[in-house]
């Protein structure tokens, strides 16, 4: 997957539309300002989805991914989403069967998120 498919531009565009007609938002877009706050966050998403995993604690599974889903899926990350939702399932369920690659999905791509997500930031305050 190439990073600049990790981000569903209709969701950006939609979220950009919000702060049309409004200057507070002429500075900082609130799309902007929610990938700041995913990025401060994910490191912490990531490690406590890792530590879960290595403990195969499926209800601590099942809390992290529906976290990173819900702030993943309102930033446009529809396919980091996605899997997470495939690993809340999975920790639903107490069956952790097949949890292990979805994992490595989610942190594969996890991996590549803060870049893709700065240079998005960056083109939105630039334009």
């Given at each position: 997957?190439?990073?600049?498919s990790?981000?569903?531009?209709?969701?950006?565009?939609?979220?950009?539309?919000?702060?049309?007609?409004?200057?507070e938002?002429s500075?900082?877009?609130?799309?902007?300002?929610?990938?700041?706050?995913?990025?401060?966050?994910?490191?912490?998403?990531?490690?406590?989805?890792?530590?879960?995993?290595?403990?195969?604690?499926?209800?601590?599974?099942?809390r992290?991914?529906?976290?990173?889903?819900?702030?993943?899926?309102?930033?446009?990350?529809?396919?980091?989403?996605?899997?997470?939702?495939?690993?809340?399932?999975?920790?639903?369920?107490?069956?952790?069967?097949?949890?292990?690659?979805?994992?490595?999905?989610?942190?594969?791509?996890?991996?590549?998120?803060?870049?893709?997500?700065?240079?998005?930031?960056?083109?939105?305050?630039?334009s």
């Amino acid at each position: 997957m190439n990073t600049t498919s990790l981000l569903d531009e209709e969701i950006i565009t939609s979220m950009k539309e919000l702060g049309n007609g409004d200057e507070e938002f002429s500075n900082r877009l609130l799309i902007v300002q929610l990938m700041t706050v995913y990025l401060d966050n994910l490191q912490e998403r990531i490690k406590e989805l890792t530590l879960a995993m290595q403990n195969n604690d499926a209800s601590i599974i099942e809390r992290s991914a529906h976290t990173l889903k819900s702030s993943s899926r309102l930033i446009g990350l529809v396919s980091l989403a996605e899997d997470c939702q495939l690993l809340e399932d999975i920790g639903f369920s107490k069956k952790l069967d097949g949890s292990q690659e979805i994992f490595n999905r989610i942190d594969t791509t996890c991996k590549k998120v803060p870049e893709v997500l700065k240079n998005k930031i960056k083109e939105l305050e630039a334009s």
